[in-house]
């Protein structure tokens, strides 16, 4: 495929993904007092007991712009395959005084991280309250994009560095992490300027970069013993199939096996679109690990 169709064939899937109008939560809480500390909840459509639950972690390259809004057409979707699902916001990227530039920064340091290990620190006294019926002893993380680095990150805090204010005693109680054409490898998602240097906004200038990636960069985060699936579509223009693939070699050396799904003549964006097959497909993907 020349440049020209593939990039003619991403804005039509891009198009698609975002023309579906938002959808409504059936609950929100707050899992603290920022307003982006917030959790949207969506009870499975059939009204099943017992539901697992499906953490959703929204991309847009840790930038402000980006919101959860975006992805809740498929939290709808997966409600409707029959998960409770909880839909996380938390804090993106702004103008920080730092951190000053032409165009939106991605993410903020700390509290992008902060804000993930809070709503997962919270979730289940926050699902009680609000979706009783489901079944917080099956949690799968989902997550696209930059959710994607952060559905992995959120199941590899155990394994953090000694000292890290987000590390865990012990495993998180998951059943699983399936990233969504994830920025899962930070060294080459910076070789291939992914998302217009967002990796390197994320962190910060170069000292800085290098003090953070091994508190942040899942490929450094390995092995984490929790089921790991990755789905990938070949022909992604946004986050290049290099870096799942490089994630998944990184797991390999570290003694873990990590699935990996590549779809053909799949981009960015049909993983989240309720209409592509791709999003059947990730909902397997889950449902093989929730169920």
């Known amino acids: 495929m020349s440049d020209s169709a593939a990039r003619d064939r991403d804005a039509v899937e891009t198009e698609s993904a975002f023309s579906h109008p938002a959808v409504a939560p059936d609950a929100s809480a707050a899992y603290g007092d920022h307003p982006d500390q917030v959790i949207d909840f969506y009870a499975p459509r059939d009204g099943r007991a017992g539901a697992p639950v499906v953490v959703v972690l929204h991309g847009g390259a840790w930038r402000g712009p980006y919101d959860r809004r975006h992805v809740t057409p498929f939290a709808d979707f997966l409600a409707r395959r029959g998960f409770a699902v909880a839909n996380v916001e938390y804090r993106r990227g702004s103008e920080l005084p ?42 799968v993380v989902t997550g696209h994009s930059a959710g994607g680095q952060l559905a992995l990150w959120a199941a590899a805090r155990h394994v953090l560095p000694q000292g890290s204010p987000w590390r865990l005693a012990a495993a998180p109680p998951l059943r699983g992490v399936v990233a969504l054409a994830p920025i899962a490898d930070f060294a080459t998602a910076v070789e291939l300027d992914v998302c217009s240097g967002a990796v390197g906004q994320l962190l910060g200038r170069e000292a800085d970069f290098a003090a953070r990636s091994p508190y942040a960069d899942p490929a450094a985060l390995l092995p984490t013993g929790i089921a790991t699936a990755v789905v990938q579509g070949r022909t992604d223009l946004t986050v290049p199939h290099a870096v799942a693939e490089a994630f998944v070699d990184a797991a390999a050396k570290a003694g873990e096996t990590v699935g990996l799904t590549l779809l053909e003549e799949v981009g960015h964006f049909p993983l989240i679109d309720p209409a592509a097959d791709a999003c059947a497909v990730v909902a397997e993907e889950i449902a093989q690990l929730a169920w």
């Open 98 to 139: 730092q951190q000053r530039g032409s165009g939106p920064v991605a993410g903020r340091w700390p509290e992008t991280f902060d804000d993930v290990a809070a709503a997962m620190d919270a979730l289940p006294g926050l699902l009680a309250a609000a979706l009783p019926d489901a079944d917080a002893r099956r949690i």
